[in-house]
């Protein structure tokens, strides 16, 4: 049997944070309803086109899942589950933010088969919570985390932002330490990335402009700093057990997570919810990003693409090179028919030399210094038309 990943897209939160361009917006309560509504017909009615497939992994992210009652997370669960044909063992994840948690939201969530609960705190400094536009503090985190541990979730993923504007490496540490005092199973630990349409773009645009052309900026962190920031999240996390296993993840043994390993390695994935992805036999298509036209009932494809071998190719490539363990010579060949060399000889010999990319065991990975230039080294990848 085939096996597929789902990912259910949830566009609602408490409010817009300053630096986030996901879809995602705040809405009544009324519209929330509708909108599940209409995700459970998307659910019943997508389905009937992959029958021949096994779900391996579920993902509810956002916005903010658990922005919506457990009653309606547990609808949208029992719907999946008798739609699709769900693996016994798979990882079925929701994001949550602290402040919208609450102990019988977590239990309705177990029961209703949610095994992962991924955590987005950011910071643990109540001050650059604020300044990131988040509607809680690590107070309130805490109390949350204490929750979802009480109720016997297993697996928990905390999300972490460096690089802020402001922030020292003396902050980021700070951050650091305090979460792993808790140990989670899972840390993702991401630099802030000032992007197009949102608040911090309009504040701090200039400033990681100056970043970008190597002049010192006013706000953010210069990009030395950065990179210590970096190699301090692995020192300390690897210190404490955590294992690397993608430039911004780390996992205790055994609990990496799969729905992105997923991603990554290319598996199958569709989106359901507004403004979904997907990608599925190497046809990459999504939903409708107008909240009207969705509530109205409108699940058809669109932007529906046929990925060529080449883009496959990159694909397999830029992605890859993301996991640690980077990728597998005997997997490009199995995927495409002919050896690595055969297609990116060039380019692998040219970033060796550089000494951002390293060869062994049949695997290609980026080194230390390849990480800190990771952009580059994927561009590199990009083939000539």
């Not at 063992?89 to 933010?97: G, K, L, Q, V």
Request: glycine share 8%.
């Amino acid at each position: 049997m085939k096996e597929l990943e789902l990912y259910i897209h949830i566009p609602f939160c408490v409010q817009k944070c300053f630096y986030c361009d996901f879809l995602s917006m705040p809405v009544d309560e009324t519209v929330r309803r509708h909108y599940v509504r209409r995700l459970i017909e998307e659910i019943e009615y997508k389905s009937q086109q992959y029958k021949g497939y096994e779900i391996t992994s579920v993902f509810f992210g956002g916005g903010t899942p658990s922005i919506l009652m457990e009653t309606q997370i547990a609808e949208i669960m029992e719907a999946l589950q008798q739609n699709f044909s769900i693996q016994k063992e798979a990882e079925i994840t929701i994001e949550c933010n602290p402040g919208t948690l609450a102990h019988q939201k977590i239990i309705t969530y177990k029961e209703s088969g949610i095994n992962r609960i991924s955590m987005g705190l950011q910071s643990t400094n109540n001050r650059e919570l604020k300044m990131l536009g988040r509607i809680h503090t690590y107070e309130e985190f805490l109390h949350n985390y204490d929750l979802v541990r009480k109720s016997g979730i297993e697996n928990v993923n905390v999300d972490l932002m460096s690089a802020l504007p402001g922030q020292t490496i003396s902050d980021w540490e700070c951050t650091l330490k305090e979460i792993l005092k808790l140990r989670p199973e899972h840390i993702s630990a991401y630099s802030l990335i000032i992007e197009e349409g949102t608040p911090f773009y309009q504040t701090y645009e200039e400033d990681e402009q100056r970043r970008e052309e190597g002049e010192e900026p006013k706000y953010l962190p210069n990009e030395e700093t950065e990179r210590e920031m970096y190699q301090l999240t692995g020192a300390l996390l690897k210190e404490k057990g955590y294992m690397q296993y993608e430039i911004s993840n780390y996992a205790k043994k055994g609990r990496e997570c799969q729905h992105n390993i997923g991603y990554w390695t290319r598996k199958n994935y569709l989106g359901l919810g507004l403004g979904s992805a997907s990608l599925v036999e190497n046809v990459r298509f999504s939903n409708t990003s107008d909240l009207q036209e969705y509530l109205a009932g409108d699940f058809e494809e669109r932007e529906r693409e046929v990925l060529e071998r080449r883009e496959q190719m990159e694909e397999f490539m830029f992605l890859g090179l993301r996991m640690i363990k980077g990728v597998s010579r005997g997997d490009f060949k199995k995927a495409f028919g002919v050896e690595i060399e055969a297609v990116y000889g060039e380019v692998i010999k040219k970033m060796v030399s550089q000494g951002l990319l390293q060869q062994q065991a049949g695997r290609i990975f980026l080194t230390e210094e390849g990480i800190s230039v990771s952009n580059y080294v994927m561009s590199e990848f990009l083939l000539k038309i």
